[in-house]
């Protein structure tokens, strides 16, 4: 086990018995913004006809408060989900929904589209909606607001909100099955491909007001029950090469969030780091509050990762004893330490600073 995971090991056993509790300074943050992919997508691809990507079936939402398929690939909330709670706001109401217009908007918005990625051509196949449309989208939502409110207050609310960004993940798994991508790029390559468009997004959304942004890492892909399925992991190990640039992508995305920031007046960027809490509970379950960390609760397969989750395929009693939910997405349980880390964690979660700070700012 490398020893640069055993703080985030240390921490996570503490972090996942802490109860998220209302911020006392959740005034302070009028709105909150999330855009990304299946990780923080609350059920837009729901509402997208076209769309082959969605969790609108049993078991999905078995353990959501009402029990029932959300849209979410998980068995209950997502980190997201956590984060809005914390803040005292309600759940940003999904951007398909037919009914996020009017007073609705002023709270947040989820732009999130589960297939997705940075770039376009990424989950474009099966219907998902892109990172570039999904800001698109935002400045529908902002040119709403500002009808609704005037500038000048549209402008104080962007700029009070909070904005969550997870992407990339799908990029990376693509380029690893995409024989076509491999040859036209190095993984050295494709990662500044994918950092300079993380970067460019980030860069719009401050051009468009926002200020407080909170962007995560991405999960060691490699330790997926998919990657562990696909790639024949003879014992449950990660897969080495995926884990790798997996690991250079985020360390890409830090350095460069930090110069970005330091370059940008009144900005504040938080650098998530989901992939070594994800990645200690995957290799020390117990001391995570697992019992399983490489097989999925829901799925066909030695590690759960032969096929998707439905009502054909197995489904573990017990969704809290593993890490991941299905072949790709984590559990409940694994969300709410994720939340933890990024509302309440130190700098090797969140840095510069966490969310709970963030919201002082």
């Given at each position: 086990m490398a020893l640069g995971v055993l703080p985030a090991m240390s921490v996570i056993a503490l972090l996942s018995l802490v109860m998220l509790q209302p911020s006392t300074h959740a005034s302070q943050v009028p709105a909150f913004f999330v855009f990304g992919d299946s990780t923080v997508d609350t059920g837009n691809n729901n509402y997208l006809p076209n769309s082959l990507t969605r969790a609108d079936n049993p078991p999905y939402g078995r353990d959501f408060d009402p029990p029932g398929p959300t849209g979410r690939f998980c068995n209950g909330k997502l980190t997201d989900d956590y984060?809005?709670?914390?803040?005292?706001?309600?759940?940003?109401?999904?951007?398909?929904?037919?009914?996020?217009?009017?007073?609705?908007?002023?709270?947040?918005?989820?732009?999130?589209?589960?297939?997705?990625?940075?770039?376009?051509?990424?989950?474009?196949?099966?219907?998902?909606?892109?990172?570039?449309?999904?800001?698109?989208?935002?400045?529908?939502?902002?040119?709403?607001?500002?009808?609704?409110?005037?500038?000048?207050?549209?402008?104080?609310?962007?700029?009070?909100?909070?904005?969550?960004?997870?992407?990339?993940?799908?990029?990376?798994?693509?380029?690893?099955?995409?024989?076509?991508?491999?040859?036209?790029?190095?993984?050295?390559?494709?990662?500044?491909?994918?950092?300079?468009?993380?970067?460019?997004?980030?860069?719009?959304?401050?051009?468009?007001?926002?200020?407080?942004?909170?962007?995560?890492?991405?999960?060691?892909?490699?330790?997926?029950?998919?990657?562990?399925?696909?790639?024949?992991?003879?014992?449950?190990?990660?897969?080495?090469?995926?884990?790798?640039?997996?690991?250079?992508?985020?360390?890409?995305?830090?350095?460069?969030?930090?110069?970005?920031?330091?370059?940008?007046?009144?900005?504040?960027?938080?650098?998530?780091?989901?992939?070594?809490?994800?990645?200690?509970?995957?290799?020390?379950?117990?001391?995570?509050?697992?019992?399983?960390?490489?097989k999925a609760c829901c799925g066909d397969g030695k590690y759960g990762g032969a096929s998707g989750c439905n009502p054909t395929v197995y489904v573990c009693a017990n969704a809290s004893q593993y890490v991941f939910w299905d072949l790709i997405h984590p559990t409940q349980h694994m969300y709410i330490i994720l939340a933890n880390g990024l509302i309440s964690g130190p700098q090797s979660i969140a840095s510069p600073v966490n969310i709970s700070n963030l919201v002082n700012m």
């Open positions: 984060i809005a709670e914390f803040l005292g706001l309600p759940y940003p109401i999904d951007f398909y929904n037919p009914q996020a217009q009017g007073q609705k908007l002023l709270q947040g918005v989820n732009f999130a589209s589960a297939g997705s990625g940075l770039l376009d051509q990424t989950g474009n196949a099966t219907g998902s909606i892109s990172f570039s449309k999904q800001l698109q989208n935002f400045i529908d939502v902002l040119r709403n607001i500002s009808q609704s409110i005037g500038q000048g207050n549209a402008t104080k609310l962007i700029a009070g909100s909070i904005f969550l960004i997870s992407s990339g993940g799908n990029d990376l798994l693509d380029y690893q099955l995409n024989v076509s991508q491999r040859a036209q790029f190095n993984a050295k390559q494709f990662n500044s491909l994918l950092v300079s468009k993380a970067l460019n997004y980030t860069q719009t959304l401050y051009n468009l007001g926002a200020r407080k942004m909170v962007i995560v890492s991405s999960a060691p892909l490699g330790c997926l029950p998919v990657a562990l399925t696909v790639f024949h992991s003879p014992d449950g190990s990660c897969i080495r090469r995926i884990n790798s640039q997996t690991k250079d992508f985020n360390a890409g995305l830090q350095s460069n969030i930090s110069t970005l920031a330091s370059q940008l007046p009144g900005v504040h960027l938080v650098y998530g780091n989901v992939y070594d809490t994800i990645l200690a509970a995957i290799q020390n379950p117990t001391r995570s509050g697992f019992k399983y960390g490489h």
